[in-house]
């Protein structure tokens, strides 16, 4: 007969966990912060490719701003979707 068995993260079980998740938390900021450099930088090419009628620069900074936007809402939702990833394999 084989015993059933359960395995469920261990906070306290390495030293230093407080403080990696002090350090992904700060790297959460950074990638946040970065993303909003880039949507910026991005919308000032879209803006200087509209402006001098140059369409393959304004459609580079349409593509900066989503793809800016998409890397925000990704490191927004980092934590839930790892969160929801988890109870998915938890249920398998």
């Known amino acids: 007969m084989l015993a059933d068995i359960s395995i469920d993260p261990n906070t ?10 002090t350090i992904v938390g700060a790297v959460m900021t950074v990638g946040l912060i970065l993303a909003v450099l880039a949507v910026i930088a991005a919308a000032i090419v879209w803006a200087l490719g509209s402006n001098t009628s140059n369409p393959h620069l304004a459609g580079r900074g349409k593509s900066g701003v989503l793809i800016a936007a ?16 988890w109870d998915v394999g938890q249920s398998v």
């Open 12 to 21: 306290d079980g390495l030293p230093g966990i407080a403080a990696l998740r």
């Open 70 to 85: 998409g890397a925000a809402a990704i490191c927004g939702a980092a934590v839930t979707l790892v969160n929801f990833f």
